[in-house]
């Protein structure tokens, strides 16, 4: 079955520490993003790249950093200047740039739990 | 700067009760907006609308465009349990080459059934 595999669900963070979520589809997808959710919000967007080798800062990309080396993987990295990491993290991709198709082809993953201990 | 207003941000309902959940938008670009429902890991989809006036239907939910008001409804009929989640609204850009990319998500309608 083709989708979206996040790894790990839970992670735990010691201060200053760097860590990386993972982030692989087997969807052909060009676009990949990472969101992040807070309790009582929305996702915001932190990074996203639409084709390998390029990506795009969102709305909230301090502290965060991505790579975009094969089509199928798009790690996130949480640095130590990200002061408040605690969250859930979701990555999604897309595949259909052209004509309209129900939900444009947008697929998650199944999220990543990170707290800071 | 995309905007998505969801209302109202939380909501406790009897079984049985109907529902309406809002989402007004400002955004560069429209080109579609989508429904989401999430049960604590990742949002499934719902609704996708594009076309003003013309309503999307499943089952007991339904959903529909208003342009001119940059805004959508989601009904939910003969509420259950099962529809105990958060729901959320997003817009999503015309893409064009290097131009923004992704969706911009409301903050959720957090929707509780009791029953």
């Known amino acids: 079955d083709g989708g979206i595999t996040q790894s790990p669900k839970y992670l735990f963070r010691k201060e200053g520490q760097n860590v990386t979520l993972s982030c692989e589809q087997n969807?052909?997808?060009?676009?990949m993003y990472w969101y992040r959710q807070d309790p009582g919000q929305g996702l915001r967007l932190i990074y996203y790249?639409?084709?390998?080798?390029?990506?795009q800062k969102g709305d909230i990309a301090e502290g965060y950093s991505v790579s975009r080396e094969k089509k199928e993987s798009f790690p996130l990295t949480v640095t130590s200047a990200q002061k408040n990491p605690t969250a859930f993290y979701l990555c999604?991709?897309?595949?259909?740039?052209?004509?309209?198709?129900?939900?444009?082809?947008?697929?998650f993953g199944s999220g990543t739990r990170l707290t800071v201990v | 700067e995309d905007k998505v207003v969801q209302s109202p941000l939380s909501l406790v309902v009897h079984e049985g009760d109907t529902v309406t959940l809002n989402c007004s938008y400002e955004?560069?670009?429209?080109?579609?907006l989508l429904w989401y429902k999430q049960e604590k890991k990742a949002p499934t989809f719902l609704f996708m609308l594009?076309?003003?006036?013309i309503e999307k239907k499943s089952g007991r939910l339904s959903s529909i465009l208003d342009k001119k008001e940059l805004s959508s409804i989601l009904n939910i009929t003969a509420t259950q349990t099962g529809d105990s989640a958060i729901y959320l609204c997003?817009?999503?850009?015309?893409?064009?080459?290097?131009?923004?990319?992704?969706?911009?998500f409301g903050k959720g309608t957090h929707l509780i059934i009791q029953p």
């Open positions: 999604a991709s897309r595949g259909d740039r052209g004509p309209i198709t129900a939900n444009y082809g947008y697929t």
């Open positions: 969807l052909n997808h060009d676009a």
């Open positions: 790249s639409q084709i390998v080798n390029d990506f």
């Open positions: 955004v560069t670009n429209f080109r579609s």
């Open positions: 594009t076309s003003s006036g």
């Open positions: 997003a817009v999503s850009p015309m893409y064009s080459g290097g131009g923004a990319d992704g969706l911009t």
